[in-house]
């Protein structure tokens, strides 16, 4: 079957855009796609469905009140808790290709950088 | 700063510190090889924005697709993995220059290559940047003396011109402007010290040591930057060295400095862009380089110019370098770059293998913008000089066919030996100007006519050697560059004559 790469990017843009995967989209990627282009969609999906995740880190498990606030501000993505100890206070919020840093061990590590070229 | 003032600064940064949200766009590794990564996000990189990865290593976008952005790395890929993270800076690639990068050796991010410690303060200046307009502008009308009689005679070189030289390999080419660093020790007329930076691109890290020991020991590197990208450093880093050694002139002509910038060579430059646009699947065109080949070299040589008063006064000439196959000019990086200069000295390998050193061809070497930055001394004497050497070629050519010649032709023939004699000059010998001045007036005045060809290097040695210490006042005269008068040139030709008589070499 003929597809061009900007058909799959779209084809991959509504699978991801969709809470479950039908059993008709499954057939279609399994048996109409060559090998190429299967790696192509995958290659897509990824991305896309990357771009709709949510990563939040934070030093300790976050509040429900916390976490009711990032669900407000990401109603179209899905959203993910992490416990990282190491950033000390703050969060680190990563969705797509943007990370946004508000800890304080970036704090540090920018000060340490600072330092090093006045130094 | 003692540990105190530092302690204050660490705890000032501690407690007054707020966790302000930092944004950064990034993306993840792909695929690594040959000096380029393939990376995935990115989404807000700009083209040209210098990108550092996880270890630290820098790179610098170079593609931006749909789904990739293409990075062409500064650092050995070997430090790059694929599902590395990479980040985008917002800045774009720059080099940090002050005085203080003078007499060093460097690579193009700036690490030091001479072993001493290199603390980088000054201004950050970007790599890219456009060149002058045409109102900034004035035209070349200061000589920039190479202390070659040829060039100096018949292809002069002025500040803020861009003079080609051309050449197969072992022409001689490399040594026409360290020659030239090595001259601009002699501050004549009070012309301003010219600042020289050499940018040794792809070329054997034996030979950039060969040249910066000898700067050294002739006490040029006092004035003179070396910025260079091996033969072994990634293509990325060769691609930028010239870019990194012109933003480094700028610096300096923007401050109304005379700078001196030698590209060595932008057909290794060419070979760079032509690997890094290959591994990106940039599309080929001619001899496989990219279709923007041209506006590559044209752009960073139209950053060669004189400034005009209110831009500071300063200059930056550019000597780039190419090298030919098989004596080819019309190859195409060479017809490239011959278009965009302002003039080329050529060399060719038959007079070089036969002795002729430096092997310029005066036929085919010009200066188009160089006579009007030339001295009235020189110009009064080397006028005739190029078309007593074309005439001397033609002649010579033609002798070969037959041996009836008139006197005429023969008289000619046998002036033109000794014009090529006296052109002959040794490597790190350069001259001052009333020397050169001298030594053509002459060859042209016919003056060594009747000394053997071989004697003539000789004599030309003594010569001068007695004029600079019995007619002080006379050779002070002529260095002036001033036109010489009837007076000046009746004096020395007696002082020639007179000289001729007590010579022990005839």
């Known amino acids: 079957m003929r ?33 190429q282009q299967r790696k192509q969609f995958v290659f897509f999906l990824r991305r896309e469905s990357s771009a709709r995740r949510v990563c939040v880190r934070t030093p300790d498990a976050p509040s429900d009140a916390v976490r009711t606030s990032f669900r407000q501000s990401f109603p179209q993505s899905s959203i993910v808790y992490e416990t990282v100890p190491a950033l000390g206070a703050g969060f680190q919020i990563e ?23 006045n130094l | 700063m003692n540990a105190e003032d530092f302690i204050k600064q660490i705890e000032e940064k501690l407690y007054t510190a707020t966790i302000a949200p930092e944004m950064i766009n990034q993306g993840t590794v792909d695929s690594v090889g040959d000096g380029v990564a ?58 940090t220059v002050s005085r203080d990068l003078i007499g060093r050796v460097i690579d193009p991010l700036q690490n030091a290559l001479d072993g001493r410690d290199l603390k980088l303060s000054g201004e950050l200046c970007p790599l890219e940047r456009p060149a002058p307009g045409v109102v ?32 197969d390999r072992n022409t001689g080419k490399t040594a026409i402007p360290i020659d030239t660093i090595i001259n601009q020790k002699r501050l004549e007329r009070g012309l301003k010290q010219v600042i020289c930076i050499y940018c040794a691109i792809g070329q054997k890290r034996s030979n950039i040591a060969k040249i910066v020991a000898k700067l050294e020991e002739e006490g040029a590197m006092a004035y003179t930057i070396i910025v260079a990208a091996t033969a072994s450093d990634p293509a990325a880093q060769q691609y930028i060295a010239p870019f990194a050694a012109c933003a480094i002139g700028e610096y300096f002509r923007d401050r109304g400095e005379d700078v001196l910038v030698i590209y060595d060579d932008l057909t290794k430059h060419a070979w760079a862009y032509r690997q890094l646009s290959l591994l990106l699947k940039r599309p080929a065109g001619r001899e ?32 780039p370098i190419i090298e030919t196959q098989a004596n080819d000019m019309s190859a195409y990086i060479p017809t490239n770059i011959i278009s965009i200069t302002d003039g080329q000295i050529y060399l060719e390998s038959d007079l070089f293998n036969a002795g002729f050193k430096p092997a310029i061809n005066a036929g085919l070497s010009v200066s188009r913008v160089g006579g009007s930055a030339q001295t009235r001394a020189m110009k009064q004497v080397a006028g005739i000089l190029r078309i007593e050497l074309a005439q001397f070629r033609e002649l010579q050519a033609f002798s070969q066919f037959g041996s009836d010649l008139d006197d005429d032709t023969l008289n000619r023939i046998e002036r033109g030996k000794r014009v090529m004699e006296v052109l002959k000059q040794l490597q790190y010998n350069t001259f001052d100007d009333a020397s050169e001045v001298i030594s053509v007036f002459a060859a042209t005045a016919g003056m060594l006519d009747d000394i053997p060809v071989e004697k003539v290097g000789t004599f030309e040695e003594e010569m001068l050697a007695h004029l600079r210490h ?35 070499t005839l």
Do not use: C, W
């Not at chain 2, 502008?137 to 002069?156: E, N």
């Not at chain 2, 002529?478 to 030709?493: D, H, P, R, V, W």
């Open chain 1, 3 to 35: 597809l061009t790469d900007d058909t799959l990017r779209q084809l991959a843009r509504r699978v991801a855009a969709e809470p479950d995967i039908s059993a008709s989209v499954q057939r279609f990627v399994d048996e109409k796609l060559t090998r």
């Open chain 2, 136 to 167: 900034d502008r004035l035209p070349v009308d200061t000589p920039l003396k190479t202390g070659l009689k040829a060039i100096d005679a018949m292809t002069p070189i002025g500040r803020g011109q861009r003079e080609l030289i051309i050449g």
């Open chain 2, 470 to 504: 019995s007619h002080t006042e006379m050779f002070g005269r002529i260095a002036t560059g001033a036109k010489m008068s009837e007076e000046t040139i009746n004096e020395l030709q007696n002082a020639i004559r007179e000289f001729r008589k007590q010579s022990v």
């Open chain 2, 288 to 319: 496989a380089y990219p279709g923007d080949i041209f506006y590559l070299h044209s752009r960073l040589l139209e950053r060669a110019a004189r400034m005009s008063k209110e831009r500071g006064g300063g200059s930056l000439t550019a000597l």
């Open chain 1, 95 to 117: 969705y797509g290709d943007t990370l946004v840093n508000a800890n304080v061990r970036r704090m540090l590590e920018r000060t340490i950088e600072e330092l090093k070229e």
């Open chain 2, 38 to 95: 393939r990376a995935t996000g990115l989404s807000q990189a700009g083209f040209g924005e210098e990108v550092e990865f996880d270890n630290k290593a820098r790179g610098l976008v170079f593609n931006l697709d749909e789904d990739y952005v293409s990075i062409i790395l500064l650092s050995p890929s070997t430090e790059i993995k694929e599902g590395m993270k990479v980040r985008t800076t917002g800045k774009v690639l720059g080099v």
